[in-house]
């Protein structure tokens, strides 16, 4: 405890609690001067309703929006119903999505957030009282092209190549008007939101105004090999906030746990990166970076563990959680053992001292002290009537992407006019007969007749 020590660094030891948050920060400089001119920092995270809550939404954020309310900050949650609406979660309907908000915040509620300095904020209610909003969205949709907006579809689990509709085109304009319209400071989301929070700061730099800092969270694992982030739509992938203790125990007893890797050897291929955001940065933006870039970055240290999902949580939950691992085995195998530091785990997981069938034990053992509050809140009988309005909700959606996959199936696989959706056929189909009426009859230069070139 800082207070407590005699040589304690107030400011130093605030940046490093919330520096602690971030698997990256944009930028560390920032940052500091944030903290040492503005008392009660606004941080934002914005989230789709959309289904059943896992550790990685749940007891991940729990911890640093703890961490950052306990250094003065104040923590605003932008309830994106709105958005989930336009990215079609619960097949669009608008009243199922408010009901998995409402169980999210009660989730939150259950598993130890402090929500003295938390703020709930409702996309459609504050849009809709404040339309002002859109002003700078247009804003926004007018100072990028279309494909630099569509980079960033990675904010909505989608990929650059998919079919998306209009709505979801404009979605990343309406996320980087959040920043600005919450006055948020600090953007504290995962990293696979980074695109968005880029564009964000480029933005600033072309309006002039102070860019927000970007303080992205680690992506929790997955359970499967290679699974480098937990997916609520695999239900082997992730441990959700209502499972039952032995459903934790089934599926972390099945998880990936390979064994330590050994100097030389390469850790699996991972099934998702975050890449950097290539979009040309303003000068600005490109001066900053070269003087960050000009010296090399020291190579990663050697990690005998990564890849490794149970390792992971151990990290960026159960230290973070309670500030120590519990090891409970029989003394034949080495007898109850407490860990004070995760590289003490790491290290007799090397040296063979430690069992890959014991740390899965004690990994579930631990998850399911983190949830049984949440269990204990949702025997209530009006909350367990929420809950189970969400698990319905959540067997619907998996039963909607089932039937898109199956459809996606049976679809011809080429590029051609079968696989183009009919909506898109038909606007393709009136887009070449406007072409056609004004365009060069050989190379549709824009001309009635052939062109020069022709």
Not at 249 to 260: F, I, Q
Not at 316 to 324: A, D, T, Y
Not at 391 to 403: D, K, P, T, V
Not at 426 to 434: K, T, V
Request: some cysteine; aromatic content about 8%.
């Amino acid at each position: 405890n800082c207070k407590m020590s005699a040589n304690c660094d107030p400011a130093g030891e605030r940046f490093r609690v919330i520096r602690s948050i971030g698997e990256e920060c944009v930028q560390d400089s920032e940052l500091k001067t944030l903290l040492e001119t503005k008392p009660h920092p606004i941080c934002y995270d914005g989230f789709e309703p959309s289904g059943r809550m896992h550790l990685a939404q749940g007891i991940l954020k729990a911890i640093n929006v703890n961490k950052l309310t306990s250094q003065g900050c104040h923590f605003i949650f932008w309830v994106a119903d709105w958005f989930a609406q336009m990215n079609n979660k619960c097949g669009g309907d608008i009243e199922k999505i408010k009901t998995v908000g409402r169980y999210f915040i009660e989730v939150w509620r259950a598993c130890g957030m402090d929500l003295a300095n938390v703020e709930f904020v409702w996309t459609s209610e504050a849009i809709s009282a404040h339309p002002d909003y859109w002003t700078t969205v247009m804003d926004i949709a007018r100072t990028f092209t279309v494909k630099r907006l569509i980079r960033c579809s990675q904010i909505m689990g989608r990929a650059e190549s998919d079919d998306l509709t209009g709505a979801q085109i404009f979605y990343p304009c309406m996320q980087c008007a959040d920043i600005f319209f919450l006055k948020a400071d600090i953007c504290q989301l995962g990293l696979d939101q980074r695109k968005v929070n880029m564009l964000a700061r480029e933005y600033s730099d072309m309006k002039h105004m102070t860019p927000p800092v970007i303080l992205s969270h680690h992506m929790l694992m997955g359970l499967g090999k290679g699974q480098a982030k937990m997916a609520k739509r695999d239900e082997n992938s992730a441990i959700f906030m209502e499972d039952s203790e032995e459903t934790v125990n089934a599926k972390v007893r099945a998880a990936y746990c390979p064994p330590p890797l050994r100097p030389g050897e390469k850790p699996i291929e991972m099934d998702a990166k975050f890449e950097p955001d290539t979009a040309a940065p303003s000068p600005a933006a490109a001066t900053a970076t070269a003087t960050a870039t000009a010296t090399p970055a020291p190579e990663a240290a050697f990690n005998p563990v990564a890849g490794n999902p149970i390792f992971d949580w151990i990290q960026h939950l159960v230290f973070p959680k309670f500030g120590q691992f519990e090891m409970k085995r029989p003394e034949k195998y080495g007898g109850d053992k407490t860990y004070t530091t995760y590289e003490e785990v790491v290290a007799d997981y090397v040296s063979g001292s430690l069992s890959a069938p014991d740390l899965k034990n004690a990994v579930a053992a631990a998850i399911n002290r983190m949830l049984e509050p949440i269990r204990r809140h949702f025997e209530q009988p009006e909350q367990a009537a929420l809950a189970a309005a969400v698990r319905q909700i959540a067997r619907e959606n998996a039963e909607r992407l089932a039937s898109e996959k199956s459809s996606a199936a049976a679809s011809p696989a080429p590029a051609s006019a079968a696989s183009t959706p009919p909506r898109r056929r038909r606007e393709e189909a009136q887009e070449g007969q406007e072409t056609a009426a004004r365009s060069c009859c050989c190379c549709g230069g824009g001309l009635p007749g052939p062109c020069r070139r022709c």
